[in-house]
């Protein structure tokens, strides 16, 4: 059946509508070739570091364990042949990483300013990975890896709300995975794994356990709210995850699952727009009853004073750069080179204003603004070219670009591909414009119910 609306789709092709009935079953004959399954299960993996592990490192330093993950399933991937690599992206990643590398050289050279090596070397192995992109036969499985997103999201939401219920049952919060080795997990320094909802509060934001902060909780919370939304069906879940993210207390979620919202509301017109205002004032008039919407309504406004996080996270940081690179045309032009917005202080913060850099200040102060366009034409092409979802697509932007310090974040930069690069399809005439690697991949076949492919226009 032709569907009126769709989001996800692959090429020309859409994987299910946005309101889709509960779909038949599909048996696979017994005939048929035996489908491969561990490339899903690759890709399923590396869904649950990015949210069940995504706290862990590799021990003696401080790289997400995502990194290491992500490499093996390339490698498997690779030798099944279920991945190849995309040539524009791959040309533009290699441009990128070239100029980073000559402006970094020329920053301290020139300028006298230290290189940091290392900086520069997470920059290029976190990225490599985003050159690639499925093979057809696994990107059709896109909305079995939303679903399985999904499942433990389930878990996710139910830990937060738990985390809420048990204080203010009387538990007085603590880090539960504190009995594993202090080698094994992110330092505290470096992330507010959780902190009181206002000072002297003995009541804590969420993190369901598992995620670096109760923003990183909100984020991938409203992420599946969103996702919900495009598979469709199972709308208690929706009540879940909201629920979940409230406990977060944390506005970058809610920006996101507002930027979100917005776009489908474009995508699915008028009448789907007019029920979701309905449905979110009355949330917004519920909430606004309870003392959490006092405490929301409370940080609407602190982007405008120094100091806040809100301030830290979406005016400090371009203020800084801005300030510091129009006095000085060699650091607009070639930055003040790999790690220096976090190490030169004197230079980008004289008067100690506290920042979280995004991806653009950071890309500029750092490697000045020619070589951070080249990147940012790297990234948005990975996000927005040939990608499952337009919706998703646009919201990995507002993560990405606006809502996280992302840069060297794998587990950010990650999802971010998983979403939108990972399963973007292949130009009609891309097929000498891909490398694949290993045997012809064995045939993905079709899972009992999962929907067939139905043609759509976007």
């Known amino acids: 059946m032709h569907a009126r609306h769709c989001d996800v789709h692959t090429g020309s092709a859409a994987l299910f509508p946005d309101a889709p009935p509960r779909p038949k079953e599909h048996v696979v004959s017994s005939e048929a070739a035996v489908p491969d399954r561990a490339p899903l299960a690759c890709v399923q993996l590396l869904v649950v570091t990015l949210v069940v592990f995504q706290r862990f490192i590799v021990p003696g330093s401080a790289i997400s364990i995502a990194v290491p993950v992500v490499f093996i399933v ?13 040539l524009t992206r791959t040309g533009l990643y290699l441009a990128a990483m070239t100029a980073c590398a000559l402006v970094s050289l020329l920053s301290s050279t020139g300028a006298g300013v230290e ?29 079995e890896v939303l679903r399985f997103f999904q499942h433990l999201m389930v878990a996710v939401a139910v830990a937060c709300i738990g985390q809420w219920a048990a204080q203010l049952a009387g538990w007085r919060y603590h880090d539960l995975l504190d009995f594993l080795p202090s080698q094994w997990l992110a330092s505290t320094v470096d992330f507010n794994l959780s902190y009181p909802l206002y000072y002297g509060s003995s009541i804590y934001k969420s993190n369901g356990i598992v995620f670096l902060e109760p923003s990183f909780a909100s984020q991938f919370l409203a992420l599946a709210v969103i ?93 800084n750069v801005v300030t510091a690179v129009s006095g000085d045309a060699r650091a607009l032009l070639v930055g003040r080179g790999a790690g220096s917005v976090d190490r030169d202080g004197d230079f ?20 000045g603004l020619p070589a951070a366009l080249v990147f940012l034409t790297f990234v948005l092409t990975m996000l927005l070219r040939r990608i499952p979802s337009i919706t998703l697509g646009v919201v990995s932007c507002m993560l990405y670009f606006v809502l996280s310090s992302s840069l060297l974040e794998p587990q ?32 993905a076949g079709r899972v009992r119910g999962s929907a067939p492919a139905t043609s759509s226009s976007l």
């Open 412 to 443: 950010i930069v990650y999802l971010c591909w998983l979403l939108t690069g990972l399963f973007s399809a292949a130009a009609p005439s891309s097929t000498p414009k891909q490398w694949a690697l290993g045997r012809t991949p064995r045939p």
């Open 227 to 319: 996702v919900q939304l495009l598979l469709g069906g199972a709308r208690w879940r929706l009540v879940l995850f909201g629920g979940a993210l409230l406990t977060t207390l944390s506005g970058t979620g809610i920006l996101l699952l507002m930027v979100g919202l917005a776009v489908l509301a474009l995508r699915r017109g008028g009448r789907w727009a007019a029920r979701t205002v309905v449905a979110i004032t009355v949330v917004v008039v519920a909430v606004s009853a309870t003392p959490v919407g006092s405490l929301i309504g409370d940080r609407s406004t602190e982007s405008a004073q120094e100091g806040s996080s809100g301030n830290a996270r979406f005016v400090a940081p371009y203020d």
């Open 74 to 86: 390339l490698i498997v991937l690779a030798v099944r042949g279920h991945i190849v690599a995309d």
């Open 115 to 143: 290189l940091s090596l290392n900086s520069l070397l997470l920059l290029a192995v976190v990225y490599f990975p985003c050159c690639w992109r499925l093979a057809p036969a696994l990107r059709s499985r896109f909305p």
């Open 348 to 367: 980008f913060s004289p008067r100690g204003v506290p920042a979280n850099y995004a991806a653009v200040p950071k890309l500029v102060g750092e490697y």
